[in-house]
């Protein structure tokens, strides 16, 4: 009876598999082809792959911005889904599509302002030469000018697809990421090396056929859902009348503020955490790009187990079954742990093969198959707490995660690499594997604050009329 709280039955795991296979096959291609990309461009020179990643870095941040941002009023969302309150779920749309709209212009205008001096930023002393650096510099900025454009569409579909998600539609997201993927894939063929007689245009063609798939992309999701109001009802009227109640607004604020200053902390952490990686020379750039391009592709499990948290228990705190969305979140926990155990054997057992792929010094693939590996044994480590953050943030707890999430990334784990990459010699690997094994003390804390179940509230049921 015991094994029954942390294994469900097979009706389970369909529901299960349904909402979170979709993602998955989206996220796996999405990163596949991001992997085809970043080889593509691994083959015409280490410069250009370092000066494309070093762009995608800080891109990072505000990628994961949107997120954070999109999370407060898709909560919401889910919940209002969960009631049947179609009203509600227009309202939180609406919030969604004018935070997105406004992130991106500010990211556009950050980018444009100060984009050359953040990259600098990544060029440690170490760099063997002057030239090298400016090159990087200028395939970094080429890529840029030309990724700013596809942001606008990006934000389009993310609101879009988001809202689909928690109302249980995850096939056209998926759809839509395969098409926009294919469009991505062919067009870099073509532009990255001047194939069918068009010109060969190297980084910027990556970058040009990465908008034009953002473009397709946003158009698929749009279409189909003003097409489908009878199972979308959020849809209908959605832009005759572009109001919030004020009272929405205020709830979603103060519950979406937390994950979008959260998901910015973060992904700046992050940022700063692969700049102090990055003070070991220009191998370790090019090392931990090649490798976490794969380890994303293999991480698209626990990702889409994330988002199963986020769209399973929130309908059930929305319909007010408190004790089986606890019994559902228990049991995605330990699915999303399971199969990262499997996926990490698999990531390890491959290391050394990925980084052959590429067109680079012995040396940084050495480092490639030694962060692969590392990130392999902590994939676990990673599930549970992404599971435990959706858990938290479904409920509602979003200080808690905020707390939880990047306040302990600045506050513990970028502290400790700022000093070890300044005032001590140890290489990057072992630097690296210090860091994430620093996540244990954050999977505690996750355990107990998901135990004790401070998550469990319907945020919805006085929003009836909404």
């Not at 009631?83 to 599509?97: A, Q």
């Not at 004018?98 to 444009?112: M, T």
């Not at 596809?150 to 759809?175: D, K, N, Q």
């Not at 992050?270 to 293999?298: E, H, P």
Request: glycine content about 10%.
């Amino acid at each position: 009876m015991k094994a029954n709280k942390f294994i469900g039955d097979k009706k389970f795991y369909g529901r299960v598999l349904t909402v979170a296979v979709p993602i998955m096959i989206q996220n796996g291609i999405s990163n596949f082809v991001s992997l085809l990309d970043n080889i593509m461009i691994g083959q015409i020179g280490t410069e250009k792959m370092s000066g494309v990643a070093i762009v995608n870095q800080l891109m990072f941040v505000l990628y994961l911005g949107l997120f954070g941002a999109l999370s407060g009023p898709g909560i919401y969302s889910a919940q209002f889904f969960g009631s049947g309150n179609h009203e509600g779920v227009r309202h939180s749309f609406r919030y969604k599509l004018y935070i997105a709209l406004s992130l991106v212009s500010i990211g556009i205008l950050v980018f444009l302002l100060f984009g050359e001096n953040l990259m600098t930023l990544y060029l440690s002393e170490e760099v063997e030469t002057a030239q090298s650096a400016d090159m990087v510099l200028k395939y970094g900025h080429d890529y840029m000018l030309v990724m700013l454009i596809g942001l606008i569409p990006f934000a389009v579909e993310e609101t879009y697809a988001s809202t689909l998600r928690e109302c249980g539609e995850t096939r056209v997201p998926m759809v839509a990421g395969l098409v926009a993927v294919a469009v991505n894939l062919c067009g870099n063929y073509i532009l990255i090396f001047g194939k069918f007689g068009f010109p060969e245009l190297g980084v910027t063609g990556a970058a040009i056929a990465t908008v034009v798939s953002r473009f397709v992309q946003a158009g698929v999701v749009v279409v189909w859902t003003h097409r489908h109001t009878i199972k979308m009802k959020f849809a209908v009227g959605l832009y005759k009348n572009l109001k919030i109640p004020r009272e929405l607004v205020l709830k979603i604020s103060v519950k979406g503020l937390p994950l979008m200053l959260n998901e910015l902390l973060w992904s700046a952490g992050m940022a700063i955490l692969n700049q102090c990686y990055s003070k070991r020379g220009l191998d370790a750039v090019a090392g931990l790009n090649i490798a976490s391009t794969f380890n994303n592709l293999f991480n698209v499990v626990f990702i889409a187990m994330g988002s199963a948290v986020a769209i399973m228990v929130g309908q059930l705190l929305g319909a007010g079954e408190l004790e089986e969305a606890r019994d559902t979140d228990t049991k995605l926990i330990t699915f999303s742990v399971a199969s990262s155990f499997f996926m990490g054997i698999i990531l390890f057992l491959l290391a050394g093969v990925f980084p052959e792929l590429y067109n680079s010094e012995d040396s940084v693939k050495e480092l490639a198959c030694g962060f692969i590996r590392i990130s392999a044994v902590c994939m676990p480590l990673y599930a549970f707490m992404h599971a435990s953050y959706f858990t938290l943030r479904t409920g509602g707890k979003t200080f808690v995660t905020f707390l939880f999430d990047s306040v302990f990334l600045w506050g513990v784990s970028v502290p400790v690499a700022f000093i070890i990459s300044r005032l001590t010699g140890m290489p990057v690997l072992m630097m690296f594997f210090c860091v994430q094994m620093i996540d244990l003390i954050k999977c505690t804390i996750g355990f107990i604050l998901v135990k004790k179940g401070i998550w469990l509230q319907n945020l919805v049921k006085t929003n009836k009329n909404i």
